[in-house]
Nanobody, 121 residues
Framework: QVQLVESGGGLVQAGGSLRLSCAAS????????MGWFGQAPGLEREFVSA????????YYADAVKGRVTISRDNAKNTVYLQMNNLKPEDTAVYYC??????????????WGQGTQVTVSS
């Protein structure tokens, strides 16, 4: 059974940074692509970033390009999302997911419980 646990969210001022982590309890973590999705209040879950099984290629939503970096450590079964120059519109619950590499949520079969990111202006 796949279990994903996010951490690293919190309250930060605009312009600040956060590093989200997602620890995976998966026997063969390196065979899964990983994704991050964000869901703001009242809105649908949206793609933020994804990374292939090996670490390349990576994909980013236009809204976060240049401010966000996704990475993974297959030895630690962990994927990271470094978020810099945060904006109030980045406020959302961020979920990590494991599955097939894409920007579409339905291709990911396992999801974490989410971590809240709140950016104040």
């Amino acid at each position: 059974q796949v279990q994903l646990v996010e951490s690293g969210g919190g309250l930060v001022q605009a312009g600040g940074s956060l590093r989200l982590s997602c620890a995976a309890s998966i026997r063969s973590f390196s065979t899964y692509a990983m994704g991050w999705f964000g869901q703001a209040p009242g809105l649908e879950r949206e793609f933020v970033s994804a990374i292939s099984e090996s670490g390349e290629p990576t994909y980013y939503a236009d809204a976060v390009k240049g401010r966000v970096t996704i990475s993974r450590d297959n030895a630690k079964n962990t994927v990271y999302l470094q978020m810099n120059n945060l904006k109030p519109e980045d406020t959302a619950v961020y979920y990590c997911a494991a599955g097939a590499l894409s920007k579409i949520s339905s291709t990911y079969g396992a999801w974490g419980q989410g971590t809240q990111v709140t950016v104040s202006s």
